[in-house]
């Protein structure tokens, strides 16, 4: 095929994934791990020197970064309806673009802490003040996100748009924090909403079959 997407459903790779389930895409996965060494083969290095995973693999255009592979996608392809998850105007690409960055910039690191420290490293492992703290950190970004969407369904408007999907695909990692979404109601609907979507949900599928 000529478009081919590297990575774990499991990983940072579910973002660019989920665009393209979302779209009905026709694309090969190669759902290549982040441990053991995979990455780190002298093949998988000519594909991105980084040794990372996300890898979009557009017919020999290669994009690396997770946002930056969901993002690509997104303007680069339709889905077989007609349907675009990218800005249709300078409004919408402003919306894509600050929500993206913001969530990279000021809620990934917590989000990945909490997730890390409260579901996914082995009991013995776990530091539970740290996700304690991640959650406090959290706590003010995400405010900020429930008064966006006071008056929207969606970051960039009345539209589901490739900005739901980068932020969400972070937000998710404290899906369950219960507290935390209970200060921020508009938030946790919106949440529910994005990741109630079949395409996100085939996704969370792939990941755990993985």
């Not at 000021?106 to 579901?119: I, N, P, S, T, V």
Request: aromatic share 8%; net charge neutral.
């Amino acid at each position: 095929m000529r478009l081919k997407i590297y990575g774990t459903a499991a990983s940072r790779a579910a973002r660019p994934l989920w665009v393209a389930q979302e779209l009905g895409l026709a694309y090969e996965h190669v759902a290549l791990p982040y441990l053991g060494g995979a990455t780190r083969t002298p093949e998988f290095l000519k594909v991105n020197p980084n040794g990372r995973i996300p890898v979009v693999d557009d017919g020999g255009v290669l994009v690396w970064e997770s946002m930056a592979c969901t993002m690509y996608l997104a303007e680069r392809f339709l889905g077989a309806d007609g349907r675009s998850l990218a800005a249709r105007d300078n409004a919408e690409r402003a919306e894509i673009l600050r929500w993206t960055f913001w969530v990279v910039t000021e809620c990934e690191k917590d989000a990945l802490l909490f997730l890390m420290h409260a579901r996914l490293m082995p009991p013995e492992r776990r530091r539970p003040l740290l996700a304690e703290e991640a959650l406090r950190h959290l706590a003010g970004p995400l405010r900020i996100l429930n008064q966006h969407l006071q008056d929207r369904p969606y970051l960039a408007g009345e539209r589901f748009t490739v900005a739901d999907i980068c932020v969400a695909s972070v937000i998710a990692w404290v899906e369950d924090a219960g507290e935390l979404m209970a200060q921020c109601p508009l938030l946790r609907d919106w949440l529910q909403r994005c990741l109630a979507r079949p395409a996100f949900q085939q996704v969370r599928s792939m990941a755990k079959s993985a």
